[in-house]
């Protein structure tokens, strides 16, 4: 009953704080003003208090621009907990801009939705990824294209980095940094959560969304670990398959190591 009154409360703070913040944001957006980018950080770290997801950070997200996180892919909650830590922009497959609720949000949040089944359309949808990253904001990509339960990496899909080619400046010496991120779903009430317990936190596709909403909610506090990997320069001539390999070693890497209880807090 208490974690009940708990999510009640905290439900009612976010539909009231929302209720205030998403005029602002519209017409943020309508304008191009600097707070569109801001303000769903503060959102964020709002709606993962209320889910009760606490997030532990691990090194430093880069300095340098223009850059794309490439992160690993288990929930819808993964969005929550990068928008809490900075100011980015999603790529999303354009689906998501149709579902209840999320894809408003989204759309709130200037995602970039992608329609990968059109390769006509690929051209025009790289360019804008590049021109946002050009403009200096932190674009996240999940090269998995889907997300898992949470227990591994799958396969990363370089064709998926174009975007990063795109972004390249014109001069010789352009680079785009691309920084791995590591999102590692590892306690439930304080407890490891362990490969069993853990699709409580991912969400591989096969459940429905509502439904792993109240999961997520009966199951209480949730810890996630996030571990900002090493940057990897993306120069002129490189290959995308190169960075995709460099990339998934670091993801697979950091990720076990937090599964597996081998990274200190």
Do not use: C
Not at 100 to 128: C, M, S, Y
């Amino acid at each position: 009953m208490i974690n009940w009154l708990r999510v009640g409360f905290f439900l009612l703070v976010l539909l009231v704080v929302s209720g205030l913040m998403i005029p602002v944001q519209l017409l943020a957006l309508r304008f191009d003003w600097p707070l569109r980018r801001r303000l769903p950080r503060y959102w964020h770290r709002l709606a993962l208090r209320f889910l009760g997801v606490r997030v532990h950070v691990h090194g430093t997200l880069e300095t340098r621009r223009p850059l794309m996180i490439a992160a690993n892919h288990a929930s819808w909650k993964d969005i929550l907990v990068l928008g809490s830590l900075a100011d980015v922009a999603f790529i999303a497959k354009t689906e998501v801009a149709s579902w209840p609720v999320f894809g408003f949000l989204a759309r709130l949040q200037k995602t970039i939705f992608v329609v990968r089944e059109e390769k006509r359309r690929t051209g025009e949808q790289v360019n804008e990824i590049a021109a946002r990253m050009a403009d200096g904001e932190i674009v996240v990509l999940f090269p998995e294209g889907t997300t898992s339960d949470g227990n591994r990496i799958l396969g990363i899909k370089s064709s998926l980095f174009g975007a990063a080619a795109a972004a390249l400046p014109n001069d010789e010496d352009g680079v785009v940094h691309v920084q791995p991120v590591a999102i590692a779903y590892t306690r439930v009430q304080g407890m490891p959560m362990g490969r069993y317990y853990r699709p409580i936190a991912g969400w591989p596709g096969d459940t429905g969304l509502m439904e792993h909403l109240i999961g997520v909610l009966r199951a209480g506090a949730l810890d996630v670990d996030v571990t900002f990997g090493e940057t990897v320069e993306f120069k002129k001539g490189d290959s995308r398959k190169t960075l995709a390999i460099r990339t998934e070693e670091q993801l697979r890497a950091m990720l076990l190591a937090h599964l597996r209880g081998r990274h200190g807090r």
